[in-house]
Nanobody, 118 residues
């Protein structure tokens, strides 16, 4: 069982930056694959970025070059650094964990709202 708590969302102007944090419970974090998803009103939840236990990352084309995912295993935390934010980045952002051995069970945080508006 993994519990995830996101923080760092808020209101930001276009072109601004935010850093989201996701604190995870349990020692299994180090071996888990982590990801950030987002869901805008009327849209399906979509994958934004992911990071393996070994630190390999992948980001969606829509945010490539602007968003960076990272993890700090000593703090059981995964981050999403978001730069050059656009209004279309507005969404609820969710932290996701997949744990070994199967990596088939999804754990979700409660979500944090990001609003990009002038």
């Amino acid at each position: 069982q993994v519990q995830l708590v996101e923080s760092g969302g808020g209101l930001v102007q276009p072109g601004g930056s935010l850093r989201l944090s996701c604190a995870a419970s349990g020692s299994i974090f180090r071996a888990s694959a982590m990801a950030w998803y987002r869901q805008a009103p009327g849209n399906q939840r979509e994958l934004v970025a992911s990071i393996t236990s070994g630190g390999s990352t992948n980001v969606a084309d829509s945010v490539k070059g602007r968003f960076t995912i990272s993890r700090d295993n000593a703090r059981n935390t995964v981050y999403l650094q978001m730069n050059s934010l656009k209004p279309e980045d507005t969404a609820v952002y969710y932290c996701n964990a997949k744990t070994p051995p199967s990596f088939r069970t999804d754990y979700w945080g409660q979500g944090t709202q990001v609003t990009v508006s002038s």
